[in-house]
């Protein structure tokens, strides 16, 4: 059986840069499920669909996979594409309906199936790997998480500001955590972990040890 460590929270407390890093410190792949919904907005924009209202059909025609951390849909490698603004509100419209999330349950299974990963999303403690024996919640702020995109750039539309990232962010959390399918919350036995005012290496130090001891 393989290994999984389940890395959960909402978008921008530092999820994803923590969950690579713990991949790296424990030689295990790093496997990001968000690109995975992003993909089928990204799908659904160029195939001039609605990405709230994806069919069975349209789902049928697309080939998502993982090698390694990399994910390919119908042979294609998706990479910066994924991270348009358009594409990451695209992207939790896709994420409410049941039709996807059942259909993305066994490519996230999959990708454990000959690897140890670290697996990061929304509901992967809860719904993916209910039985993964690290399971962490990591969260922050809505203001940190704010500063935080504000620095970092790659994801905001043009002329956007802190208030308007502010917004946009609550909105988010807001449509992720009441979805009536896998909300986003943590699990029971989620170690729940507030990045605010921690430095990425202490946060990875303090998942790592936990790691350690769970084995
Ligand atoms: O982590 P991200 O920003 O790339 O996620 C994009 C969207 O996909 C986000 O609105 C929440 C959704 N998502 C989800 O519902 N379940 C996951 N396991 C991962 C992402």
Redesign the pocket.
């Known amino acids: 059986m393989s290994t999984v460590v389940a890395i959960d929270g909402p ?1 921008g407390a530092g ?1 994803s840069t923590v969950a690579r890093l713990l991949a790296d410190r424990m030689g295990y792949a790093y496997v ?7 993909a089928l907005a990204l799908s659904a924009k160029r195939a001039g669909i609605d990405p709230g209202a994806l069919t069975s059909e349209f789902l049928s025609g697309l080939k998502l996979e993982f090698r390694g951390a990399d994910l390919y849909c119908n042979g294609e490698l998706l990479g910066a594409e994924l991270r348009a603004p358009d594409i ?1 509100q695209g ?2 419209m ?2 409410r309906q049941k039709i996807v999330r059942d259909y993305l349950l066994p490519v996230q299974r999959d990708a454990a199936r000959t690897q140890w990963i670290v697996m ?5 403690g809860t719904v ?1 790997f209910p039985d993964a024996k690290c399971k962490f919640f990591v969260t922050a702020t809505p203001e940190e998480r704010a500063r935080r995109r504000m620095a970092q750039s790659g994801e905001i539309a043009a002329g956007a500001d802190f208030e308007a990232i502010l917004a946009e962010i609550k909105e ?1 959390d807001e449509r ?1 955590s009441t979805r009536k399918i ?1 909300p ?1 919350k943590p699990a029971d036995d989620a170690l729940i972990v507030d990045t605010t005012g921690l430095s990425i290496e202490e946060v990875v130090e303090k998942l790592a040890k936990f790691c350690r001891q769970a084995q």
């Open positions: 978008a999820k990001n499920t968000g690109s995975l919904y992003r990451a992207a939790s896709v994420s990061e999303g929304r509901d992967i993916i988010r992720d896998a986003l």
